[in-house]
C-alpha cells in the first residue's frame, strides 16, 4: 500500500460522559469503530472481523454451550456488536441489555444499528442496582439462559468482585444449568487481576474455564465461563 493509498480515521462523533470518560466514534475504510478512552469497544456489526474477535467468540461459545437458549440478558451494552452477532447467529433469541450510560445508548443507536435488533429490550440503569433490586425491574429469577458481563471503562474493570452480593446476584437470574461469561481483557498489566477474579467466579459457579481470545497479541481477552 502507497501513502497515498492509506485511509486515515474520520471522527464521526466525539462525547465526555461522566460514566466512561472520552467517548469517541470514527471510521476507518468500510469499518467503524467505537473508542472509549483510547480503547476500541465495538465495531460495526457487519465487519467481516467480528466473528473472529472477542465480540464473535462470545457468541460463539454460548451458542455451542447453550444451543437453544431463548433468553440472553447482558451487562454492558459498547456499541452492540455482541448483541448484533446474538440475533445474526441465534434468530429468536430474546435479549436484555442493561446499560448505565444514556450516551452510550444514544451512539448505539446513532452510530450501529441499535434499534435494527429485534427482539431487544434496553434497561438504562446501573448494573449492580438491577442485581441488588431485579424485582424493581420486573426481572424473575431462574429466567436467562445466557447472561454477559462485559462492563467496561476504556480498559478498565469496575470491582466487582469486592461486592460481596454480586456473583450471587449474577445467578439470581440464570435457570439452573445456565452460563455466564464474563470478558476480561488480559493484557500482561491486567492478568494478576483476572485471574483473582476467576478464582471468585469459581466460589460460586461450576464448571468454571476460561477460553483465551486472540488480538492484537496472543490473548488480549480472556472468556471466564461458568455454569449455574
Known amino acids: 500500500m502507497s501513502i497515498g493509498e492509506i485511509v486515515l480515521p474520520k471522527l464521526l462523533y466525539k462525547a465526555d460522559s461522566k460514566y466512561n470518560g472520552a ?5 476507518v475504510g468500510h469499518t467503524r469503530k467505537l473508542s472509549v478512552n483510547d480503547t476500541v469497544q465495538s ?5 467481516p472481523s467480528v466473528m473472529n474477535r472477542v465480540w464473535g467468540r462470545i457468541v460463539e461459545v454460548a451458542k455451542d ?3 437453544d437458549a431463548k433468553n440472553v440478558l447482558m451487562f454492558g451494552l459498547g456499541g452492540g456488536t455482541i448483541l448484533h452477532a446474538f440475533a445474526k447467529e441465534m434468530p429468536g433469541v430474546n435479549l436484555t441489555v442493561v446499560e448505565i450510560d444514556p450516551i452510550m445508548i444514544d451512539v448505539a443507536q446513532k452510530f450501529f444499528d441499535l434499534d435494527q435488533i429485534p427482539n431487544l429490550t434496553i434497561v438504562n440503569d446501573d448494573a449492580l442496582r438491577v442485581i441488588s433490586e431485579p424485582e424493581r425491574y420486573e426481572f424473575r429469577e431462574d429466567s436467562f ?7 467496561f471503562c476504556g480498559d478498565k474493570y469496575p470491582d466487582l468482585g469486592k461486592s460481596g452480593t454480586f456473583f450471587g446476584g449474577v445467578k439470581w437470574f440464570l435457570r439452573e444449568g445456565g452460563i455466564v461469561l464474563f470478558n476480561r481483557i488480559y493484557l500482561e498489566k491486567h492478568q494478576y487481576e483476572a485471574d483473582i477474579f ?11 474455564r476460561t477460553i483465551p481470545v486472540a488480538g492484537r497479541s496472543n490473548s488480549d481477552n480472556i472468556l471466564i465461563v461458568g455454569e449455574a
Open 23 to 27: 467517548i469517541e466514534v470514527y471510521q
Open 43 to 47: 465495531i460495526n456489526w457487519d465487519s
Open 65 to 67: 454451550l447453550r444451543p
Open 145 to 151: 439462559d445466557v447472561l454477559v458481563v462485559d462492563i
Open 198 to 208: 476467576v478464582e471468585l467466579v469459581s466460589e460460586t459457579f461450576s464448571n468454571v
